[in-house]
C-alpha cells in the first residue's frame, strides 16, 4: 500500500510537526510506503507541495491521500491556503484516490464559493473525514456517513515520548513557574504584565516561526527566558513537561498540557473551545483575556484536566479505525 501525506508540515509548527510525528509512526509500523508533501523536496521520500507535475504523479502512484491533522480547510486563515488544499484533493478524487481526513477540524468557512468547494469535498464517496471535534463530526456526518469522531493524530507520538513508568513515577523536574506560548496577533502587551504577579520562573516559548517577534517583546518585557528552538519537537514537549503552568494562544500545547495533566490556561483560541467540549464542560480553562486570572488560577490548579487515559484509548481506537478505512477504501478503488 501506498500513501501520500499532505498536512502544513515543514514550516517550523510545533503542532502540525507533532501531528506528522504521530502519523507517520503509524504508517511505520504498519509497513505502509508513503511520501510526504514538503515545501521543498528533502530526501526520497519526500515530494514539493508546489510541483504539481509530482503532486499528480504521487497521487495517481498512491493507493490513498492522507491529510494528516489539523484545520486544513479553512478560510479564516487564507483563502488561498484552503484553495491549495482543496484544488489537491479534488484532483486526487477526480483521479479515483481516496482522501482521508484524519483528525481534522472542519472550518469555519465564509466564503460562499469555498462552502460549495467544502460541501462537494465531503460528500464524495471516495472522502472519509475523521473529526477531531464535535462540531466538525456534527457537520461531516450531515454530508457523509464515512465520517468518525477521532482522537488528535498527535497523541500518538505524545504516548510513546514519555514511557508509561516515567509517567506513573510523575518525576518532573518543574523547571518553570510558567510556560507562556504567544500568537503573533497581538499588538498590546502591557495585559502581560500582570503574570508577574502569580509567576516567578517564566519562559517564553513560540511554537510557529511567525510568533517568534511577538516573543522576543513579551521576554524582554517580562525579563524572563526565551524558548527559541522552535522547531525541535522533543525539546517543546520536554519544556511543557518541565513547567507548573501553561498558558496559551496556539492549540496544540494545552493539547499537551491536558494528555500529561499540566495546569493551563488557552487564551483567546476557539480551536481549543471545539476541541475541548468533547472532554470537558468547564469554561475556567478558556479565556478571551488575562483579566480574570486570579479567579481562574485556585480551580485550575486545584483540579487540571488529566486526559491521558481518555485520549490514549481514543488514539487507540481511532488509528485502528483508519488502518481498516485504508484496507477498505484502496480494496474499493476503481482501477486506475
Given amino acids: 500500500m501506498k500513501v501520500l501525506l499532505l498536512g502544513y508540515y515543514g514550516y517550523g509548527n510545533y503542532g502540525d510537526e507533532l501531528m506528522r510525528l504521530g502519523i507517520t ?11 510526504t508533501a514538503l515545501p521543498k523536496r528533502i530526501s526520497k521520500d519526500t515530494i514539493s507541495r508546489f510541483n504539481i507535475f509530482e503532486i499528480l504523479e ?15 480547510l479553512q478560510d479564516i486563515t487564507s483563502t488561498r491556503s484552503f484553495l491549495y488544499y ?6 486526487s478524487l477526480i483521479m479515483r484516490t481516496p482522501v482521508i481526513l484524519f483528525g481534522n477540524s472542519i472550518g469555519p468557512v465564509k466564503k460562499k ?12 464517496k471516495n472522502t472519509f473525514l475523521f473529526a477531531r471535534d464535535v462540531v466538525s463530526y456534527k457537520y461531516g456526518l450531515c454530508l457523509n456517513k464515512e465520517t468518525e469522531l477521532s482522537c ?25 513557574d510558567l510556560l507562556l506560548v504567544p500568537k503573533n496577533n497581538k499588538k ?9 504577579n502569580y509567576f516567578k520562573n517564566i519562559i517564553i516559548a513560540p511554537a510557529q516561526r511567525t510568533d517568534m517577534e511577538i516573543s522576543k517583546k513579551l521576554a524582554k518585557k517580562l525579563e524572563c ?5 522552535i522547531e525541535d519537537v522533543d525539546k517543546f514537549t520536554s519544556l511543557i513537561l518541565s513547567s507548573k503552568f501553561v498558558i ?3 492549540f496544540h500545547p494545552v493539547v499537551v498540557a491536558s494528555y500529561y495533566g499540566i495546569p493551563f490556561i488557552s487564551l483567546e483560541n476557539s480551536k481549543s473551545q471545539r476541541f475541548f467540549r468533547k472532554y470537558t464542560s468547564r469554561r475556567e480553562f478558556f479565556a478571551r483575556n488575562l483579566i480574570d486570572i486570579e479567579k481562574r488560577l485556585v480551580p485550575i490548579l486545584n483540579e487540571p484536566l488529566k486526559l491521558k487515559e481518555i485520549m490514549d484509548k481514543e488514539c487507540d481506537e481511532s488509528y485502528k479505525k483508519l488502518y481498516k478505512t485504508l484496507l477498505r477504501a484502496t480494496s474499493n478503488i476503481i482501477y486506475k
Fill in 86 to 91: 482543496a484544488s489537491v484533493i479534488n484532483l
Fill in 225 to 229: 527566558e526565551l524558548f527559541e528552538d
Fill in 188 to 196: 498590546d502587551i502591557e495585559e502581560y504584565s500582570v503574570l508577574n
Fill in 113 to 124: 464559493g469555498n462552502r460549495i468547494l467544502l460541501r462537494n469535498i465531503l460528500k464524495n
Fill in 248 to 250: 496559551s494562544e496556539r
Fill in 152 to 176: 488528535d493524530p498527535s497523541i500518538r507520538y505524545l504516548r510513546k515520548f514519555l514511557s508509561v513508568e516515567e509517567f506513573k513515577s510523575k518525576n518532573f523536574d518543574k523547571t518553570y
Fill in 58 to 72: 504521487y497521487i495517481y502512484d498512491s493507493d490513498a491521500v492522507i491529510y494528516g491533522g489539523g484545520g486544513l
Fill in 25 to 35: 509512526d503509524f504508517l511505520k509500523k504498519f509497513n505502509i510506503q508513503y511520501v
